[in-house]
């Protein structure tokens, strides 16, 4: 701890590597049944994409809600301001993702891991499909720059979001933005790309 009481390590007390978190007030004990997991996630949600520029980060996600391979919701939000300086992005069931916001607003639990377990740091960040097809866009423009502006970085992110709205038949043309800089936490949206489907008839 430092001066002020502040705990310095964030996973004091977390879970051990390849074991899941127990959260307070949980009613689940030892030998009453098995735990579950979502196995079959019902409303999913595609790429969270993420980039780090001078003086903050920014990441933007699409609004779209799929359930199975129906487009069910267009005007959900996977971008969550969790204080002045922390934003939440989320992909994969929707589900889970409400669940970690409602424990975020209990300032329960807060950190970032994938179902692996691994936990990362880097100045661009994408998930789902968008870790193959935003993510050697993104590490383009920051590896090949010592530094990028706020400007820059957004407009890398809404090319990126074209890029996936055009490829990713999980994605949609509406989206939301989050900036987190020292002035605080802005999320900007919903918005659209503009898009040009001209060449569309070429596609076999």
């Known amino acids: 701890m430092d001066p002020s009481g502040l705990k310095l ?37 595609t790429s969270v994409l993420g980039v780090k520029f001078t003086g903050g980060v920014i990441i933007a996600a699409d609004m779209l809600g799929s359930y199975g391979s129906l487009a069910r919701f267009r005007n959900i939000s996977r971008l969550m301001k969790v204080n002045d300086s922390t934003i939440l992005g989320a992909s994969g069931d929707y589900a889970d993702y409400q669940y970690m916001k409602q424990i975020i607003e209990q300032m329960v639990f807060l950190g970032y891991v994938d179902k692996l377990g ?19 866009l993104m590490r383009e423009v920051v590896e090949n720059k010592v530094e990028i502006t ?54 076999r």
């Not at 590597?17 to 997991?37: E, N």
């Not at 043309?173 to 001209?198: D, F, L």
């Open 9 to 45: 390590n964030f996973w004091e007390n977390g879970p051990k590597p390849g074991q899941f978190y127990s959260f307070p007030g949980s009613s689940l004990t030892p030998g009453c049944g098995p735990i579950k997991h979502t196995l079959n996630p019902m409303v999913t949600g």
């Open 118 to 136: 691994v936990a990362y740091e880097a100045p661009t960040v994408a998930t789902g499909f968008g870790a193959y097809l935003a993510q050697p």
């Open 150 to 203: 706020k400007d820059e970085a957004r407009a890398l992110i809404e090319r990126c979001l074209k890029v996936l709205y055009y490829r990713d038949a999980r994605s949609y043309n509406r989206h939301e933005i989050a900036i987190v800089t020292k002035e605080g936490v802005e999320i900007v949206g919903p918005m659209s790309c503009e898009t040009n489907w001209e060449i569309a008839h070429m596609v």
